[in-house]
């Protein structure tokens, strides 16, 4: 397998911790680089069951078309804090410029604390692809036709 050409992407410092500590990817295979949590105080506290929207003290511009940014949790702050993205995934379209947030979601029934250039997600890019949207006054059948939320069976 050939080794995959990445894509241009610039990025502005909007705050000063992010100029010391710029984002970089952990290691050579890691397919998204790291996102921290930029706050002037030490830290900051999320109360079980709540969330908080951190700056990462950054901006960027996609230079590839048909490119998004995806931000994902952090696989060990969701494992062993409960500290998810709280939208699940966040999209960054190629067209936004403005700071790059983060909001966490404290799914433990514990306190949780992020200290200040803590790693609090990880950005990915990604290809995508719009739909061309057309009206139709109905859709096609299928054998599954509406049913979801476990339609299918479990196993």
Known sequence: MTASV?????????????????PAYSTPDSAGFDLRAC?????????????HA??????IEICQQGWAAFVYS???LGTKKGLTVSQGVGVIDPDYRGEIIVSLLNTSDQLRRIQRGER??????????QGKLTLVDALSDT???SGGFGSTGKL
């Open 54 to 59: 951190f700056g990462t003290g950054i901006a």
């Open 143 to 145: 054998s599954r036709g």
């Open 6 to 22: 990445p894509i241009e992407v610039k990025f502005t410092v909007l705050h000063p911790l992010a100029a010391e500590m710029p």
């Open 120 to 129: 609090i997600a990880q950005l990915v890019f990604m290809p995508f692809r």
């Open 39 to 51: 706050i002037d105080q030490d830290e900051i506290e999320i109360p079980a069951g709540q969330r």
């Open 74 to 76: 952090r696989s060990g």
